[in-house]
Structures are given as structure tokens and as C-alpha cells.
């Protein structure tokens, strides 16, 4: 149960666009179209921003948005905002029928 | 609205023991599986157990395998984590989520509860 592999920080000025990495193996992000990925504000609750790789629930913007190639995944944000600066966390369901996180990536808005 | 709600969390000394309760509302309880997720102070989350929803499977991290045991009451709308042989690498906040049926994700999350190990 390794944890995804994540950036540790990402950075980008109001209105850019970042990219944020998630790696695993063929027995997590690889295997299965269940990534999510998480903002987490500081002391807050995590709160889920896309699931299935693509899809983002009901009231989350649409700058921000979901890929996947082999066994990394990614999350994208455009349109950067001061109140996108936050902690984002990839998750994914296992083989082994668990969950893995990502180490998570603190994204600061310039 | 969906709302979990958790509670039990406090100071437990090294080797002891601590029950964490979830109140959910707001949803159809018994139709949803139920996760626990902690985060240790200043670290990133780590999912820790998992409940489908009527309690018939049940799934643990390694990390906590053999010391926790997750339970539910569909009648009170209540997932519990029991936490035995508590270690100072438990000490986080530990998160109770609602799981997004046939999508193997956490949708709602609480607002955690903290568990500090410490003698």
C-alpha cells in the first residue's frame, strides 16, 4: 500500500494554469478508472473535486479537470484564483480492495 | 444536506484503547458503504478502513490490520472504529466519509475528530 506519488508544491500566478501529477502502478491509478482528487484548505475537511478520473460532482467549478495516462493521473486547474491555494490529494481504489492517497501537493497562487 | 458528523476522539496513553463514532444524516444510511481516512498532524491523509453498507465486508489498511476493527449501526445511522493497542504513530485526525455508490470514492467527508497517543 504505497502512497501515489505527488509533487510536493506547485506554483502558478492568477489566472495560469497547473498541472498536478499523480504516479502509481498497474495495481491502483493503472488498473482503474476510480482517481479522485481532493482539496483540502488548512484546517479543513478534504473535499472531493473529481472522481472516475473525469467526472466532477455537482457544484465544482469547471476550471477544474481530470485526466489519465497509464498509471498517472492528473489535475488540472485553470484560471488560477487566490482561493485555489490549497493542499490536493489524488486517491485511487487498489486491487487489493483498498484506497491509496497521494502524499498530497501544496498548490500556492503567486 | 449530508452531513457525518464524527466524535470519541481525546488523549489515550500508548497501548490503550478508543472508540470513535460517525453520525450520518442526511442520506439513506444504510444504502451507503462508510470509510475512515486519518491524517497525522502536518502529514497527508491515509485511508485506514472501509464498511460496505450493511456491514458485510469490511477492509483495512495494513497499517492498522489486527488493531482496528470498523462496525456499523444501520438502525442508529452510526459507522464506529474501534482502535486498540493505540501507538504514537496513531495520532492524527482521524475522518469518517460517506462513499459514492459504484464509484469507489469518498464524497462527504466530516470534520474529523482528533486521537493524540501520548503517555
Known amino acids: 500500500q504505497s502512497a501515489l506519488t505527488q509533487p510536493a508544491s506547485v506554483s502558478g500566478s492568477p489566472g495560469q494554469s497547473i498541472t498536478i501529477s499523480c504516479t502509481g502502478t498497474?495495481?491502483?491509478?493503472?488498473?482503474?478508472?476510480?482517481v479522485s482528487w481532493y482539496q483540502q484548505h488548512p484546517g479543513k475537511a478534504p473535499q472531493l473535486l473529481i472522481y472516475?478520473?473525469?467526472n466532477r460532482p455537482s457544484g465544482v467549478s469547471n476550471r477544474f479537470s481530470g485526466s489519465k495516462s497509464g498509471n498517472t493521473a492528473s489535475l488540472t486547474i485553470s484560471g488560477l484564483q487566490a482561493e485555489d491555494e490549497a493542499d490536493y490529494y489524488c486517491?485511487?481504489?487498489?486491487?487489493?480492495?483498498?484506497?491509496?492517497f497521494g502524499g498530497g501537493t501544496k498548490l500556492t497562487v503567486l | 444536506q449530508v452531513q457525518v458528523v464524527e466524535s470519541g476522539g481525546g488523549v489515550v496513553q500508548p497501548g490503550g484503547s478508543l472508540r470513535l463514532s460517525c453520525a450520518a444524516s442526511?442520506?439513506?444510511?444504510?444504502?451507503?458503504?462508510m470509510h475512515w481516512v486519518r491524517q497525522a498532524p502536518g502529514k497527508g491523509l491515509e485511508w485506514v478502513a472501509f464498511i460496505q453498507y450493511d456491514g458485510s465486508k469490511k477492509y483495512y489498511a495494513d497499517s492498522v490490520k489486527g488493531r482496528c476493527t470498523i462496525s456499523r449501526d444501520n438502525s442508529q445511522n452510526t459507522v464506529y472504529l474501534q482502535m486498540n493497542g493505540l501507538g504514537a504513530e496513531d495520532t492524527a485526525m482521524y475522518y469518517c466519509?460517506?462513499?459514492?455508490?459504484?464509484?469507489?470514492?469518498?464524497?462527504?467527508w466530516g470534520q474529523g475528530t482528533l486521537v493524540i497517543v501520548s503517555s
Open positions: 466519509a460517506k462513499d459514492l455508490r459504484g464509484h469507489w470514492t469518498l464524497d462527504y
Open positions: 442526511g442520506f439513506t444510511f444504510s444504502n451507503y458503504d
Open positions: 486517491s485511487s481504489y487498489t486491487r487489493s480492495i483498498t484506497w491509496v
Open positions: 472516475d478520473v473525469t
Open positions: 498497474s495495481s491502483d491509478v493503472g488498473g482503474y478508472n476510480f
